[in-house]
């Protein structure tokens, strides 16, 4: 079955599409006693990262700030996820590129954000760059920083553990190169792994949940502004972008004064124009691509790709672009700065530093999996079977001032969903566990 689906796939495709056919694995794929196969590859994958534990978690986690415990309609970073992974999917389809790869691409993209979104990675970065070394940091120097894109590849390559014979989800090289190249923000990785091919641009199949990433957190975060009132309607009105649309859609664009109605409209609208204009635009840049280097068919697509591909080709063209940033300019002047947005910036990071000093002061205060998973990876003895005259001696020998025992705590961080975060620091607080900073400590923190 799966040999028919993988030959229907290099029929329908564009020749600048990957193909499941052939797909390389760190692991070969488990042997679970199925007597049928009828999946490709990405779509194995793509499942797997839906059944992940961190991919559940998503729901828990903020898009921006931190998420209310009472929450019904606002984004969080799993709808965003579906979101982005919609848009690129169409976009996906409509050029001819591998649909599955891109939907396994962009449901991965976010599964190493940590709680409370940019908040929360800015306070990790901070943690694990050196930023902090003496101002409650580990003390370490630069231990490589944190990035979203690089730890969403730890996670499905080391961190989830699903299977008895290897760490991680055991995703093709395809959809980890993807997700790991799913932010053209972040550096490159000191640590990149194999099958990634470090230091070349993304597949066209990346491009596109890059792409995506980007239009679709723009207009969900302008609607949730506008359906909870945070922005005025009147001031979205007046965005060129809104007035343009209005324009073309003349009569059909709602005439009573109902936000509801109106902010549905533009969303919808949006989304039309953007996704149209990607699509356009990278349609008449893949047939240039295919043109300019002979491309018959994918045998010599994959000859030339490693040098042929630049990194841009999935684009808006210009008019659309400035769409696209005027809005994102709007949402940084209205939306994401300002008393409350400075509010959750600083709960966040006290919330997430202050754990990370109690984990560290005292390690008993994990939970097992994670003392269970240091002693795998540095022989230290597990600190449930010491002795308790024997805790702190063997805490300073083996934990303290260990890089492995650093990076487990911000894998341990990062997989937090804000609901819990928020819970187990007032937890940690009320036992003593987590040090209340005295206004001299503050200070020092925000110089």
Not at 106 to 115: M, R, S
Not at 136 to 147: A, K, R, S, V, W
Not at 335 to 341: M, N
Request: with cysteine.
């Amino acid at each position: 079955m799966r040999s028919v689906l993988e030959q229907a796939e290099e029929q329908r495709l564009g020749p600048w599409a990957l193909c499941s056919r052939g797909a390389t694995r760190r692991y070969p794929i488990e042997d679970d006693g199925r007597a049928f196969d009828y999946r490709t590859a990405f779509q194995r994958d793509r499942d797997r990262i839906v059944y992940s534990r961190a991919f559940r978690r998503l729901r828990q986690k903020a898009q921006v700030g931190i998420l209310p415990d009472y929450e019904d309609h606002r984004r969080n970073r799993l709808t965003h996820t579906l979101e982005v992974t919609q848009l690129a999917r169409t976009i996906g389809r409509a050029l001819r590129l591998n649909e599955d790869l891109v939907e396994a691409i962009a449901l991965g993209h976010d599964v190493g954000q940590p709680p409370f979104g940019p908040i929360g990675e800015r306070a990790l970065d901070a943690l694990l760059s050196g930023g902090l070394d003496g101002r409650g940091g580990p003390e370490l120097g630069d231990l490589g920083g944190f990035h979203r894109a690089w730890q969403s590849l730890r996670v499905v390559d080391l961190v989830e553990k699903r299977y008895d014979d290897h760490a991680g989800l055991n995703l093709s090289d395809p959809v980890r190169e993807g997700v790991f190249k799913s932010d053209p923000s972040a550096p490159p990785s000191e640590e990149p792994g194999d099958g990634l091919r470090p230091g070349l641009a993304p597949s066209f199949e990346a491009q596109v949940v890059v792409l995506a990433d980007r239009i679709a957190p723009a207009l969900h975060d302008l609607d949730d502004a506008l359906q909870a009132g945070a922005v005025d309607l009147e001031r979205v009105e007046r965005l060129h972008a809104v007035q343009q649309l209005k324009h073309k859609l003349g009569a059909a664009y709602p005439a009573r004064p109902n936000r509801f109605m109106k902010a549905n409209a533009i969303h919808r609208g949006l989304i039309h124009l953007l996704v149209t204009a990607a699509v356009v635009e990278s349609g008449k840049v893949l047939d240039r691509f295919a043109a300019e280097h002979a491309i018959k068919d994918r045998a010599r697509f994959l000859e030339v790709r490693d040098a042929a591909i630049r990194g841009n080709e999935i684009a808006l063209p210009v008019g659309a672009a400035r769409v696209l940033e005027e809005i994102e300019g709007f949402l940084v002047a209205h939306v994401l700065r300002g008393r409350d947005a400075d509010q959750a910036e600083a709960q966040g990071k006290r919330i997430l530093l202050g754990l990370f000093a109690a984990y560290q002061a005292d390690p008993t205060l994990l939970d097992d999996h994670i003392l269970i998973r240091f002693k795998q990876v540095s022989g230290a003895p597990y600190l449930r079977d010491v002795t308790r005259e024997n805790v702190e001696a063997i805490v300073h020998k083996y934990y303290r001032g260990d890089r492995r025992f650093v990076r487990l705590l911000a894998d341990h961080l990062a997989a937090m969903t804000d609901t819990f975060a928020v819970a187990e620091h007032g937890r940690l607080t009320e036992i003593g566990a987590v040090p209340i900073p005295s206004a001299e400590q503050l200070r020092r923190e925000q110089s």
